[in-house]
């Protein structure tokens, strides 16, 4: 999976808003990357917003921390590639 950076970037603030009060519920603390979207739930709203990407790859990752790499590569020329366990 390649995402790109900017376009994640935009995809996660359109998705903030569920992420933003805290909640003791693991499975809300996650971002869902899947078929060229990025979801998030807090149970009660769910929100979906377009992300451009290549590969057909899934992965649930925790907002912050996807939030973190997105801001690391800011610039939007870098690609994140999220490569499956076992084929690093």
């Given at each position: ?6 376009s994640l ?9 569920v992420?933003?009060?805290?909640t ?42 996807i939030?973190?790499?997105?801001e690391a ?16």
């Amino acid at each position: 999976m390649t995402i790109n950076t900017e376009s994640l970037r935009n995809a996660l603030q359109m998705v903030a808003p569920v992420f933003k009060s805290k909640t003791t519920i693991a499975a809300t603390e996650h971002v869902l990357i899947s078929g060229g979207y990025v979801s998030g739930t807090d149970l009660t709203t769910s929100i979906r917003a377009k992300v451009e990407m290549e590969g057909d790859e899934e992965i649930a990752v925790r907002y912050e921390e996807i939030l973190k790499t997105a801001e690391a590569c800011r610039n939007g020329e870098i690609t994140l590639e999220i490569i499956p366990t076992g084929e690093a």
